[in-house]
């Protein structure tokens, strides 16, 4: 079967199937990035992400469906892929009797550089990951942030043309979550192509060019982040009350202005809902909460984010659900 790749497309999956047992971690996925971009790949736990990175690391072997990556097959030509890639997985893969120069040094020797070329590498991406001040200690001492970080740079060594990151920031904190946001900026700005799996909704909306949404193995949107947002229509109206006791009388009011069923955070005394009025909408339902006698501490209107996009497809927040099978 000849392949259906072309030159501007670095990655492509035709209806990719894989099941654990009686568990459809994939249920027919298509997916497509363009030479030089960001495909955001989103979805809770358990939604077949880290899956699909697997078959197209070659890791798995789908149960049906096709993949190619560089213009190579997963299934055909496995080590041309390998060759061409670079992973970062959902776990830190980081020998912990090794120094972080040694890690990196070790990763440059195994794709084949000679050793100046490998050394110097591992020095350019620990200083590029601020790790020199552990530099030469083992990577056993590492907190978890450090390890991330390390296993990143591992998954740079080799300036691979396809960059894939399972989940690459979980554990990071702010600072070095913006480094990595960094780092994958200039990776692209090189020319690399990246695939990026997250649940952090901020990151997909500032780092991927396009998104992916999956739930239970499934492509159920895809697009833009703008045009994602527009799907979802209108603006979000959002109240916050004094008492939690106002919390149904806001909710009622919030439903009689809105174009849907209200969302309700009890914990944060907060209710919010899509209208398509903007401000006549909010104007109305802060007269409506007057009039009932309701305290709001907080009112908003805003465009709806991702976390929106995301809750009103799914049901659910991001962080919701189970990880997928091993």
């Not at 530099?135 to 970080?149: C, E, F, L």
Request: proline share 4%; no cysteine; charged share 25%.
């Amino acid at each position: 079967m000849p392949t259906t790749t072309v030159p501007d497309v670095a990655v492509r999956a035709e209806a990719l199937v894989k099941n654990y047992g009686s568990t459809r971690a994939l249920d027919g996925i298509d997916l497509e990035i363009p030479t030089g971009t960001v495909l955001g790949l989103l979805g809770p736990n358990g939604a077949g992400k880290t899956t699909a990175v697997r078959i197209l690391t070659t890791l798995l072997r789908p149960d049906s469906g096709r993949a190619w990556v560089a213009g190579h097959d997963v299934l055909t030509d496995p080590d041309a892929v390998r060759r061409s890639i670079g992973l970062s997985g959902q776990y830190a893969a980081v020998d912990e009797n090794l120094t972080g120069f040694e890690n990196l040094y070790m990763v440059g020797r195994l794709y084949g550089m000679n050793k100046p070329t490998a050394k110097a590498r591992a020095r350019e991406l620990i200083s590029r990951f601020r790790l020199d001040d552990a530099a030469d200690r083992p990577a056993k001492g590492y907190s978890g942030g450090m390890r991330r970080r390390l296993d990143l740079a591992g998954a740079l060594v080799a300036e691979p043309a396809v960059v894939l990151l399972d989940e690459p920031t979980t554990g990071l904190d702010p600072r070095g979550r913006l480094d990595t946001w960094e780092v994958i900026g200039e990776l692209v700005a090189d020319g690399a192509t990246v695939l990026l799996t997250t649940q952090y909704l901020e990151e997909a909306d500032q780092l991927a060019d396009t998104i992916l949404v999956i739930d239970h193995g499934r492509v159920i949107a895809s697009g833009t982040a703008d045009q994602l947002k527009g799907e979802v229509g209108g603006e979000w109206l959002e109240i916050v009350v004094a008492d939690t006791a106002e919390l149904a009388t806001a909710a009622r009011v919030l439903t009689e202005v809105g174009s849907g069923e209200p969302d309700i955070d009890e914990q944060h005394k907060r209710v919010q809902v899509l209208v398509d009025a903007g401000t006549k909408s909010l104007i109305e339902a802060l007269r409506r909460l007057d009039a009932q006698g309701v305290t709001v501490l907080d009112v908003s209107l805003h465009r709806p984010t991702l976390d929106d996009v995301f809750l009103s497809l799914t049901g659910h927040a991001a962080e919701d659900g189970k990880g997928e099978p091993t």
